[in-house]
């Protein structure tokens, strides 16, 4: 499974961005795709994830509300739309494939992950 984050870019706070994230390869075996950033200076963070077959969703509580995932099946791909963004959301943020359930919080379980498209909000 290959992963290609995009959508980027340097916003002010009170703004928004769409990510994308597009897989390729042995989707199939994908069951779960998630975000997580990593901000300067510290560990990488779960945001939100999707499950493919039930739809479910999951979100870190800093992001609830503000955030929203959500897939389309006939592209693999996922996005996520970022509104209300704030300072302490900038970081390079990366999409990441579970083929072993529905953990979408546990950074272990993810195998597959992109390169990371990096968010920077302004104050």
């Known amino acids: 499974v290959q992963l290609q984050a995009s959508g980027g870019g340097l916003v002010q706070a009170g703004g928004s961005l769409r990510l994308s994230c597009a897989a390729s390869g042995r989707t199939r075996s994908m069951y779960t795709m998630g975000w997580f950033r990593q901000a300067p200076g510290k560990g990488r963070e779960f945001v939100a994830a999707v499950s493919g077959s039930a739809g479910s969703t999951s979100y870190a509580d800093a992001v609830k509300g503000r955030f929203t995932i959500s897939g389309d099946g006939t592209k693999n791909t996922i996005y996520l739309q970022m509104n209300s963004l704030k300072p302490e959301d900038t970081a390079v943020y990366y999409c990441?494939?579970?083929?072993?359930?529905?953990?979408?919080?546990?950074?272990?379980?993810?195998?597959?992950w992109g390169q990371g498209t990096l968010v920077t909000v302004s104050s």
């Open positions: 990441a494939a579970s083929t072993s359930g529905w953990s979408p919080d546990l950074i272990h379980e993810y195998a597959y």
